[in-house]
């Protein structure tokens, strides 16, 4: 198991087991996981132009969603007359981070610090840790979000992969609830009728029993994410015609920090923890 520069010009690193094994990461662009290749396959979706272009948003890997997931229904910053309002998923996956490597017990740390530019949105102290272990056909996170202020922190959290896929017809998606929000317009709408559109682009939030599952039977493999309470929110999206899916674990909806439902508050000088993991299994 090895971690060194892959990339100069673009910063980007890989952590590999082997050469049929790793996932690489680009700590000045969010810390966002840009590649993962299990057993010789590319599970991640990349848009590698648009990722060069660094006026742009990334399209593709697993982007980090901090301080809130989605946007905010508000005009002015929820903090006050003097920070500038958050913007759609927060600052995080807009920032350079800082990484550390544990070769003894194979983990990737990427972590993310309260500074100047985080307090013109967001008026806290905080740590944001993602650990991140390199299984054989499995990744695992381990999240903490240290509160170092001495007052409460809101705060929202997710994690935005994108999923390479043969096409959308060739899909199968496995433990739905019943009923979903379409996010497009916030009504509340039957999860199959919906998942019926994905190919025309679909933005859907859904409370799950902690695991999300699905099929690509071109692919014949099997994505199952597990994200526990409080992180057991999942967004699907789609954007055509672009050959991904988006399969997104929250821990709370768009709008969370304004109307307070599913807010996570941090009491001072305390932290919160959130755990998952993506497996992939073959269907041959």
């Not at 597990?226 to 899916?245: A, T």
Request: aromatic share 12%; with cysteine; charged share 20%.
């Amino acid at each position: 198991m090895k971690l060194e520069l892959s990339n100069k010009d673009q910063g980007i690193f890989v952590f590999q087991l082997d050469k049929k094994n790793y996932i690489k990461f680009c700590p000045e662009r969010g810390g966002v996981i840009t590649n993962w290749v299990s057993d010789g396959n590319e599970i991640l979706y990349l848009d590698e132009q648009r990722f060069m272009d660094k006026t742009k948003s990334i399209r593709g890997g697993i982007p980090v969603l901090f301080p809130i997931c989605g946007n905010l229904n508000t005009s002015s910053s929820v903090f006050g007359d003097g920070y500038l309002q958050l913007p759609q998923h927060g600052f995080a996956r807009n920032l350079q981070w800082h990484y550390s490597f544990n070769e003894d017990e194979k983990i990737l740390c990427l972590f993310l610090n309260a500074s100047k530019k985080t307090k013109k949105y967001y008026p806290f102290d905080f740590e944001l840790r993602i650990e991140v272990t390199l299984k054989i056909n499995c990744l695992e996170f381990v999240i903490k979000i240290n509160n170092k202020t001495g007052f409460a922190m809101p705060v929202n959290f997710g994690l935005h992969p994108y999923f390479n896929i043969s096409d959308f017809q060739n899909l199968v998606f496995i433990e739905n609830p019943l009923n979903c929000q379409n996010q497009k317009n916030n009504i509340i709408s039957n999860t199959l009728d919906e998942l019926n559109n994905i190919n025309l682009g679909v933005d859907l939030l859904m409370y799950t029993s902690g695991r999300s599952i699905f099929l690509d039977k071109i692919f014949k493999r099997q994505i199952t994410l597990n994200h526990q309470y409080p992180f057991d929110l999942r967004v699907i999206w789609s954007d055509p015609p672009r050959k991904m899916i988006c399969l997104e674990p929250w821990t709370s909806p768009r709008n969370s920090l304004v109307d307070g439902f599913r807010n996570i508050i941090i009491p001072p000088n305390d932290s919160q923890k959130f755990d998952a993991s993506i497996q992939v299994k073959s269907l041959n």
